[in-house]
C-alpha cells in the first residue's frame, strides 16, 4: 500500500477535486442514460456468465461511449460496495471531517465548577468559573493502490472477472483502511507496513495516567477497572467526574470471553455455604469485537490485549478518525496515458497505455487518526 502525506501547497493541490494530469475520473464523465443502460446491462450479463454475454462485451468495449459507460458503472458499483460493507471502528472510535491535509485542533473543553452559584440579594453576581481546553491536532493522509488489466487481456476476452472483482476489492481495501487508521489510536502501527508491535504506548503511557497493565480479561478485573473509573478526577478541577458511557474493545480471540462476562443476567456467588444471587451489572456493556486488532497486532500478548474506551459522542471523547469533506468516500480513477493519432484526435484510455498497453485503475482513500483525552481510557495485554 502506497502512503502519502502531504502539507503546504502541496496538500491544497491535492485537496482540490480537479483531474490530475494523466488521469480521468469516471464521476467526470458525461455519458447519456442509453449508454449507461447498455453498460450496466452489458456488464451484469457478462458477470452472471449468461451464454454468449462475452463476446457480446468485447463487440461493445469498441467504442469509445461504451468504455467510458462501463468505468463510471464500476465507480458506482465501487461506492454501493462500500457503502455496503460492514465496519466496527465507529462503535469505539469518534469521527470528524477536515477541510483540507493541515492539522485540524481538536478541542476538549473543561471547567472547575458545576451548575452556577447561589446569589444573595443586592450581591453582585459571581464571576464566571475558571475555564479551559485541552488541544490535539488531527491530519489526513492519502493511501491509494494501482491495478492494471493487460490489453491483451481485453482482447482475448478474459478481462471479466477482473473487472467484476474490481468496485469489491477497491471498496474493501478503503474501508481496511479505515480500520487501520482506527485501530492505530490502539497500536503502536507502523504506516509503511500496517503491522503493530504493541499497544500505542505513545498514548497509553505514565504521562496520560493509562501505563498498560497485565491484568488478564476475566469478570473481576472487569469490575476492578470499571470501579476505578467511577472515582476519576478532573485533572483541572480536581474532582470527581461522572464515567462516560464506556466500550469494551478486544480482538476476536476474546470474542468468547466477552460473551462469558456479558451475557448471564444473573451471577451467583458461595460464600462459604452461603449462595446469593445479584444482577449482571456487565449484561448490557457495548463491547465491539475488532478482527483488525488480531491482524495487525503481532506482539506475544496480542490474543490476551484488551481496551476500554469511551463510546463516541461522549463527554470525554478519547479516539478520533478523520476523512477529508468532499472526499469521505474512495475514489477510482483510470489512467490516461494513450498517446494521440497520427492523424490527430484522442485515442480511449481503455485501449492501453502507450508504452506497455496495459490500462491502470487507481484507487484513492483519505483518513487519519488522532488520540483525544486520555482520562477514561485503559488498557491490558491480559499477561
Given at each position: 500500500?502506497?502512503?502519502?502525506?502531504?502539507?503546504?501547497?502541496?496538500?491544497?493541490?491535492a485537496?482540490?477535486?480537479?483531474?490530475?494530469?494523466?488521469?480521468?475520473?469516471?464521476?467526470?464523465?458525461r455519458?447519456?442514460?442509453?449508454?449507461?443502460?447498455?453498460?450496466?446491462?452489458?456488464?451484469?450479463?457478462a458477470?452472471a456468465n449468461q451464454?454468449?454475454?462475452?463476446?457480446?462485451?468485447?463487440?461493445?468495449f469498441?467504442?469509445?461511449?461504451?468504455?467510458?459507460?462501463?468505468?463510471?458503472?464500476?465507480?458506482?458499483?465501487?461506492?454501493?460496495?462500500?457503502?455496503?460493507?460492514?465496519?466496527?471502528?465507529?462503535?469505539?472510535?469518534?469521527?470528524t471531517?477536515?477541510r483540507?491535509?493541515?492539522?485540524?485542533?481538536?478541542?476538549?473543553?473543561?471547567?472547575?465548577?458545576?451548575?452556577?452559584q447561589?446569589?444573595?440579594?443586592?450581591?453582585?453576581?459571581?464571576?464566571?468559573?475558571?475555564?479551559?481546553?485541552?488541544?490535539?491536532?488531527?491530519?489526513?493522509a492519502?493511501y491509494?493502490?494501482?491495478?492494471a488489466?493487460?490489453?491483451e487481456a481485453?482482447?482475448?476476452?478474459?478481462?471479466?472477472?477482473?473487472?467484476e472483482?474490481?468496485?469489491?476489492?477497491?471498496?474493501?481495501?478503503?474501508?481496511?483502511?479505515?480500520?487501520?487508521?482506527?485501530a492505530?489510536?490502539?497500536l503502536l502501527?507502523?504506516?509503511?507496513?500496517?503491522?503493530?508491535t504493541?499497544?500505542?504506548?505513545?498514548?497509553?503511557?505514565?504521562?496520560n495516567n493509562n501505563v498498560?497493565?497485565?491484568l488478564?480479561?476475566?469478570?473481576?478485573?472487569l469490575?476492578?477497572?470499571?470501579?476505578?473509573?467511577?472515582?476519576?478526577?478532573?485533572?483541572?478541577?480536581?474532582?470527581?467526574?461522572?464515567?462516560?458511557?464506556?466500550?469494551?474493545?478486544?480482538?476476536?480471540?476474546?470474542?468468547?470471553?466477552?460473551?462469558?462476562?456479558?451475557?448471564?443476567t444473573?451471577?451467583?456467588?458461595?460464600?462459604?455455604?452461603?449462595?446469593?444471587?445479584?444482577?449482571?451489572?456487565?449484561s448490557?456493556?457495548?463491547?465491539?469485537?475488532?478482527?483488525?486488532?488480531?491482524?495487525?497486532?503481532?506482539?506475544?500478548?496480542?490474543a490476551?490485549?484488551?481496551?476500554?474506551v469511551?463510546?463516541?459522542?461522549?463527554?470525554?471523547?478519547?479516539?478520533?478518525?478523520?476523512?477529508?469533506?468532499?472526499?469521505?468516500q474512495?475514489?477510482?480513477?483510470?489512467?490516461?496515458?494513450?498517446?494521440?493519432?497520427?492523424?490527430?484526435?484522442?485515442?480511449?484510455?481503455?485501449e492501453?497505455?502507450?508504452?506497455?498497453d496495459d490500462?491502470?485503475?487507481?484507487?484513492r482513500?483519505i483518513?487519519?487518526?488522532?488520540?483525544?483525552?486520555?482520562?477514561?481510557?485503559?488498557?491490558?495485554?491480559?499477561?
Amino acid at each position: 500500500m502506497t502512503i502519502e502525506l502531504l502539507s503546504g501547497a502541496a496538500a491544497v493541490e491535492a485537496a482540490s477535486d480537479s483531474d490530475l494530469s494523466g488521469t480521468l475520473n469516471p464521476r467526470a464523465f458525461r455519458i447519456g442514460e442509453a449508454s449507461t443502460s447498455r453498460a450496466r446491462k452489458a456488464l451484469a450479463e457478462a458477470f452472471a456468465n449468461q451464454w454468449g454475454a462475452d463476446v457480446r462485451l468485447a463487440e461493445a468495449f469498441s467504442t469509445s461511449d461504451f468504455k467510458l459507460a462501463a468505468a463510471a458503472e464500476l465507480d458506482k458499483e465501487m461506492l454501493a460496495q462500500y457503502d455496503e460493507l460492514p465496519t466496527v471502528w465507529d462503535q469505539y472510535t469518534d469521527a470528524t471531517t477536515v477541510r483540507d491535509f493541515r492539522p485540524k485542533r481538536l478541542v476538549s473543553r473543561w471547567r472547575s465548577t458545576v451548575g452556577m452559584q447561589r446569589v444573595p440579594e443586592l450581591t453582585e453576581y459571581p464571576a464566571d468559573d475558571r475555564r479551559g481546553a485541552n488541544e490535539y491536532a488531527i491530519a489526513v493522509a492519502k493511501y491509494g493502490r494501482r491495478f492494471a488489466i493487460s490489453w491483451e487481456a481485453w482482447k482475448n476476452n478474459e478481462a471479466i472477472d477482473e473487472l467484476e472483482e474490481l468496485p469489491g476489492e477497491l471498496a474493501r481495501q478503503a474501508r481496511e483502511t479505515e480500520m487501520i487508521a482506527a485501530a492505530s489510536n490502539l497500536l503502536l502501527v507502523n504506516a509503511l507496513t500496517s503491522i503493530a508491535t504493541d499497544v500505542n504506548t505513545d498514548f497509553f503511557k505514565a504521562g496520560n495516567n493509562n501505563v498498560p497493565t497485565a491484568l488478564p480479561l476475566t469478570r473481576d478485573n472487569l469490575k476492578l477497572v470499571w470501579d476505578g473509573m467511577a472515582t476519576k478526577k478532573d485533572p483541572q478541577s480536581k474532582k470527581v467526574i461522572a464515567r462516560p458511557e464506556m466500550v469494551l474493545v478486544v480482538p476476536k480471540a476474546l470474542e468468547a470471553t466477552v460473551l462469558s462476562i456479558t451475557n448471564p443476567t444473573v451471577i451467583r456467588k458461595t460464600s462459604g455455604t452461603t449462595q446469593t444471587e445479584e444482577s449482571n451489572e456487565f449484561s448490557k456493556l457495548s463491547y465491539v469485537v475488532d478482527p483488525m486488532l488480531d491482524y495487525l497486532n503481532t506482539h506475544a500478548n496480542a490474543a490476551t490485549t484488551w481496551f476500554l474506551v469511551p463510546k463516541p459522542k461522549s463527554s470525554r471523547p478519547a479516539l478520533w478518525v478523520a476523512k477529508l469533506a468532499g472526499h469521505e468516500q474512495p475514489d477510482l480513477r483510470v489512467k490516461a496515458d494513450t498517446g494521440r493519432k497520427i492523424g490527430g484526435g484522442d485515442i480511449s484510455a481503455l485501449e492501453g497505455s502507450f508504452e506497455i498497453d496495459d490500462i491502470q485503475y487507481r484507487g484513492r482513500h483519505i483518513v487519519g487518526n488522532q488520540q483525544g483525552d486520555p482520562l477514561f481510557t485503559y488498557v491490558s495485554r491480559g499477561a
